[in-house]
């Protein structure tokens, strides 16, 4: 696979990063992370990621400098909420003008939703 095919992954717990590299595979993507410690702004930069999959509740989905630097090097970002509350997320993703913004709804999959934005 190719660096085209990358995505970073920024969730906060390790056990929910492996769920969504492996929902990332599932897609035909490369799941990158950063490294420990490092910060995701400074991940972006060095991985050139197409894509990236933040979580709304990490640190990053807050940071200026990280959606600075996905905007500079033309990452989509994929803006997640794997549970509510969501709703300050929302004018977040609009503020930021991010790829998508996915949240289950009662009934649905976050795993399909996550799934069918990173295809889109």
Do not use: K, Y
Not at 54 to 71: G, M, N, Q, W
Not at 76 to 99: M, Q, S, T
């Amino acid at each position: 696979m190719t660096d085209q095919a990358a995505v970073l992954i920024l969730v906060r717990d390790i056990l929910g990063a492996g769920l969504f590299a492996a929902l990332a595979e599932s897609t035909g993507h490369r799941p990158v992370f950063p490294f420990n410690g490092e910060r995701p702004e400074t991940a972006v930069e060095r991985l050139r990621p197409p894509r990236i999959l933040l979580e709304c509740f990490h640190p990053a989905a807050r940071s200026d400098s990280l959606f600075s630097a996905a905007e500079a090097i033309g990452s989509r970002v994929i803006l997640f909420a794997p549970a509510a509350p969501w709703g300050e997320f929302e004018e977040i993703a609009r503020r930021r003008n991010v790829a998508a913004f996915v949240h289950p709804g009662a009934g649905e999959s976050l795993a399909a939703m996550v799934r069918s934005a990173l295809e889109g």
